[in-house]
């Protein structure tokens, strides 16, 4: 079956730009039918779904991120990245990479990466 | 955005008890409603999605039901492996967005 796994650095500083792989196994990244998504949680808060991106490579962000965030696919890896602008400690979360599956007017996310940590700090 | 209230933030149950969760959206979503089950340190798990359907590999003591802007996760007899957090959430329109959690916790 699919599986997601994500990858990070950990730790980033504040200003800097955060960088999020998800390698997906078990699937192609090419398949119709599927965006692939970020999605966090900042420690002790809900789910904040970050963005999505097509295999043709259409995207789709959270207004509230919008201007900070990139999400683009590499299908030779299989995989897809998340990128995030001037970082503020606002932006230490875990961070899940899930796919979703297009069905009408609504979908789902499964399966989901165990997410990764990243925490801004100095 | 589409706002999602799910209630109660928390539980307290004891194994065998039968477990409501509700969600209300700000609109109308149709049956675009999804329900995950999330334990410390694991992936999130589908449970239920589009409002009512069970996901393959899921235990049929789980059910989802609502349409609209109401809806309702219920477990018929809690289980140990139960004890989780439960979050709705609406893919009708974008920005998705969650309910804020229910943590269901051991009595």
């Known amino acids: 079956q699919v599986q997601l796994q994500e990858s990070g650095p950990g730790l980033v500083k504040p200003s800097q730009t955060l960088s999020l792989t998800c390698a997906v196994s078990?699937?192609?990244?090419?398949?119709?039918?599927?965006?692939w998504s970020w999605i966090r949680q900042p420690p002790g808060k809900g789910l904040e779904w970050i963005g999505y991106?097509?295999?043709?490579?259409?995207?789709?962000?959270n207004p509230s991120l919008k201007s900070r965030v990139t999400i683009s696919v590499d299908k030779s890896k299989n995989d897809f990245s998340l990128k995030l602008t001037s970082v503020t400690a606002a932006d230490t979360a875990m961070y899940y990479c899930?796919?979703?599956?297009?069905f009408g007017v609504g979908g789902w996310l499964d399966p989901w990466g165990q997410g990764t940590l990243i925490t801004v700090s100095s | 955005d589409v706002q999602m209230t799910q209630s109660p933030s928390s539980l307290s149950a004891s194994v065998g008890d039968r477990v409501t969760i509700t969600c209300r959206a700000s609109?109308?979503?149709?049956?675009?409603l999804n329900w995950y089950q999330h334990k410390p340190g694991k992936a999130p798990k589908l449970l239920i999605y589009?409002?009512?359907s069970l996901q393959s590999g899921v235990p049929s003591r789980f059910s989802g039901s609502g349409s609209g802007t109401d809806f309702t996760l219920t477990i018929s007899s809690l289980q140990p492996e139960d004890f989780a957090s439960y979050y709705c959430?609406?893919?009708?329109?974008?920005?998705?967005?969650f309910g804020q959690g229910t943590k269901v916790e051991v009595k």
């Open positions: 991106i097509y295999h043709t490579g259409i995207t789709y962000y």
């Open positions: 959430h609406q893919t009708y329109t974008t920005p998705w967005t």
């Open positions: 589009t409002a009512s």
């Open positions: 899930a796919r979703y599956s297009i």
């Open positions: 078990g699937g192609s990244v090419s398949r119709g039918g599927y965006s």
């Open positions: 609109q109308s979503i149709s049956s675009s």
